[in-house]
């Protein structure tokens, strides 16, 4: 059975930094693209980033470009979200997701399988 089990939310101050883990079990993880989205209070869920299986492409909202990384280790089978400069909207609840082999759009939570339970990021002014 596939598990994905985020870390590594909290609370931090505007301009600061946090790194989400999401530890995959149950699965070849290599074998499989993932992905970070988020949903804050009241809204849809939202695309944040997502990586290939080999880490070598990578993706991101137009929100989160230039302040957020997404990278991944396949000998821990662990995906990372380096989250920098944060801002207050950046609050939501952040989900970690694996992509389904076939599907083609990193972009739309549709194309994932399987997710994590979230971690909360609040981001205070």
């Known amino acids: 059975q596939v598990q994905l089990v985020e870390s590594g939310g909290g609370l931090v101050q505007a301009g600061g930094s946090l790194r989400l883990s999401c530890a995959a079990s149950g699965q070849t993880f290599s074998n499989y693209a993932m992905g970070w989205f988020r949903q804050a209070p009241g809204k849809e869920r939202d695309f944040v980033a997502g990586i290939s299986w080999s880490g070598g492409s990578t993706y991101y909202a137009d929100s989160v470009k230039g302040r957020f990384t997404i990278s991944r280790d396949n000998a821990k089978n662990t995906v990372y979200l380096q989250m920098n400069s944060l801002k207050p909207k950046d609050t939501a609840v952040y989900y970690c997701?694996?992509?389904?082999?076939?599907?083609?759009?990193?972009?739309?939570?549709?194309?994932?399988?399987?997710w994590g339970q979230g971690t909360q990021v609040t981001v205070s002014s």
């Open positions: 997701a694996r992509k389904g082999y076939y599907s083609s759009s990193y972009y739309a939570d549709s194309e994932y399988d399987y």
